[in-house]
């Protein structure tokens, strides 16, 4: 396992729309590995997609302190309500804002195996699931965020 640099600062691969994984492989193991643990270096860190590692494959980690959730072909089946509140990215380090989204989720994605399975979410997981989802369609946390602040 290594740690991964994070792309930062709008780079143009942030606004990439991943590539379907169709190789459940040891080299697929490898890149959530290293995920994981590039999530794990980054103090409240709630999740991290591949393209923000440079990496434009479908696949995205999140930890929200329950256990990591790896979600390789993610996709939102199923939503319910609205939530609206802040969220951050460690691709736009310091800069917050208001995000509206679903307050519920249920997301169909596959492990790194190949074996399909469901997670359904509330509140922050609901949040980090949709916001790492969205980062496999090239969409960035600013695009939707209201009220935005530099903090450093």
């Known amino acids: 396992m290594a740690r ?3 792309i930062t600062n709008d780079d143009p691969v942030l606004h990439k729309k991943c590539r379907e994984v169709v190789k459940f ?10 995920m994981v643990e590039t999530l794990h270096s980054v103090e409240n ?30 996709q939102v089946i ?23 989204r679903p ?4 997301v169909k994605a596959y492990d790194r195996f190949g074996k399909p399975f469901f997670v359904k979410g509330e509140g922050l997981l ?4 949709c916001h790492e989802i969205d980062h496999l369609s090239g969409i960035v ?3 939707k965020a209201k009220d935005l602040n530099q903090v450093d």
Do not use: H, M, W
């Open 25 to 34: 492989d040891e080299q697929l193991a490898l890149l959530i590995d290293d």
């Open 126 to 129: 609901a949040r980090a699931l």
């Open 4 to 6: 991964r640099n994070i």
């Open 45 to 74: 860190a709630a999740g991290l997609a591949a393209p923000q590692v440079g990496i434009l494959r479908c696949v995205t980690v999140i930890d929200i302190g329950e256990g990591v959730i790896e979600l390789v072909n993610p």
């Open 141 to 143: 946390f600013l695009e």
């Open 103 to 106: 307050a519920y989720v249920k």
């Open 78 to 100: 199923e939503t319910k309500g609205k939530q609206f509140g802040p969220e951050g990215c460690l691709s736009y380090p310091n800069q917050y804002g208001n995000v509206e």
